[in-house]
Structure formats: structure tokens, C-alpha cells
């Protein structure tokens, strides 16, 4: 007999909505903005940015991977004077107007929420901006509550992510389900860890199921053992 399924824990860029589109848009936004006081053209101003991206990418410090730190060298590089907070906020205006919903998420939470299941968003992303997303998506009501990089400490993959739900839950990893679009990143080490893991949007055979439309997760509610 399998553990009962008490909670799931989602992941939420790209996982729950498209982001990278979004904020492809939002960045572009800023680069144009910026282009107007210092006249070098956005498309450059833009690959200049994407490479110092780059360098800091694989860091695990939420500090250098926040687009305030990239956006302030860039200000600085340029002598552009201007608050990065204030260049920040025309990213962050832009990428919420952009944001958009994967199909069947609002109705699957419904469902899940109906059989009283815990539903929490863990995210690397940045506790503020992340509540805003879910905010504007009107998706708040769904989760009982969310883990960021702000309460770790670090970006994913870590550990203190799924400890720090299950402090709060007080219930057992294997009574948990993991939904994410990476499994590097969001199922590794809810695997190891005892969970079931379901891959969204690819397939990964180290994923327990592997789905590409968001309303097959009710579907593998069937397979899974759980007592209501």
C-alpha cells in the first residue's frame, strides 16, 4: 500500500504560466527605454545585457541572478543615471501585461483544491514578484502557501525548498506530488526525496509521468494511492 497523497508542489515560471516569451518582451521594453537616453541601439544594448545573463546564470545567489543586479551594471556601464528600481518596475509593468496561463491550470487547481489537497508553489523566483504573477492570473486563492529563493536563501536545486514545506505541512515527503517543467530543477530532488514527480510540457523518463496538457494531472490522480 502507497502512502496517501496529502499535497502537491508546483513550480511556477513556466510551469504554471509562460514567462520566457513574456519576458523576452519586458526585457526588450527596458533596452528600448534605455536606448532612448543613451542612443545605442536596443537590439545591442539588449545582447549586452543576455551576456552578463550569462555569467552569472548558474550562480546559486538570488542577489546576482535578480535582473536588478544585471540591469545595474548596464546602467552603470552606459553612465545612465537612473534607479534600476525605477527600470526594474517598467520590466516588471510589462512582463505582467504579457503573462498568460497555461491551459487547464486554473481548472486543475479547482479540482484539487475541491478534494482538499495542499497545493504550494515552490519557485526560485522572488517572493514580491512571484505573488504579483499569481496576483494578476488570479490564481492567489488556489495556494495555501508559497517557498521562494527569499525564504532559502539560494536557487534551485536545494533541498531547504522541500524541508521548509514539509516543516509547515508536518507530513511526510511521500505524501507529496512534484509538478514542474524542469526535472534538473524541480524534480530531482523531490525524487530522491521520495516524491512522485510529474515532468509538465516534456518528457523525461527519470519523471514518474511525463504530461503535455496541465488537466492530465486529474487523470494520473487514478494511479495514484490516496484515501480522500
Known amino acids: 500500500m502507497g502512502s496517501m497523497i496529502k499535497a502537491f508542489l508546483f513550480d511556477a515560471d513556466n510551469t504554471l504560466y509562460e514567462s520566457k516569451q513574456a519576458a523576452k518582451f519586458a526585457d526588450l521594453a527596458v533596452m528600448e527605454h534605455l536606448s532612448q537616453i543613451c542612443g545605442i541601439n536596443k537590439e545591442e544594448l ?3 545585457w543576455r551576456a552578463l545573463v550569462n555569467e552569472v546564470k548558474t550562480s546559486k545567489d538570488p542577489k546576482l541572478r535578480h535582473r536588478k543586479y544585471s ?3 548596464l546602467l552603470k556601464r552606459h553612465k545612465i543615471s537612473k534607479n534600476v528600481d525605477e527600470i526594474y518596475e517598467i520590466f516588471l509593468d510589462e512582463f505582467l501585461k504579457n503573462i498568460r496561463i497555461f491551459e487547464g491550470v486554473k481548472e486543475t487547481l479547482e479540482e484539487l483544491k475541491k478534494r482538499n489537497f495542499k497545493l504550494i508553489i515552490v519557485s526560485e523566483d522572488f517572493k514580491e514578484q512571484l505573488e504579483k504573477k499569481i496576483k494578476v492570473l488570479g490564481l492567489e486563492k488556489f495556494f495555501d502557501f508559497f517557498v521562494t529563493c527569499d525564504d532559502v536563501g539560494s536557487m534551485k536545486p536545494d533541498r531547504k525548498y522541500y524541508e521548509i514545506v514539509r516543516s509547515k505541512l508536518k507530513i511526510p515527503f511521500d505524501e507529496m506530488v512534484a509538478v514542474g517543467d524542469s ?18 510540457f516534456g518528457e523525461d523518463l527519470r519523471a514518474d509521468f511525463s504530461i503535455n496538457n496541465f488537466k492530465e494531472i486529474l487523470n494520473i490522480l487514478e494511479t495514484l494511492t490516496f484515501k480522500q
Open 183 to 200: 526535472f534538473e530543477r524541480d524534480l530531482e530532488i523531490p525524487k530522491i526525496l521520495g516524491m512522485r514527480c510529474i515532468l509538465v
Open 71 to 73: 540591469y545595474s551594471i
Open 46 to 48: 539588449f545582447e549586452e
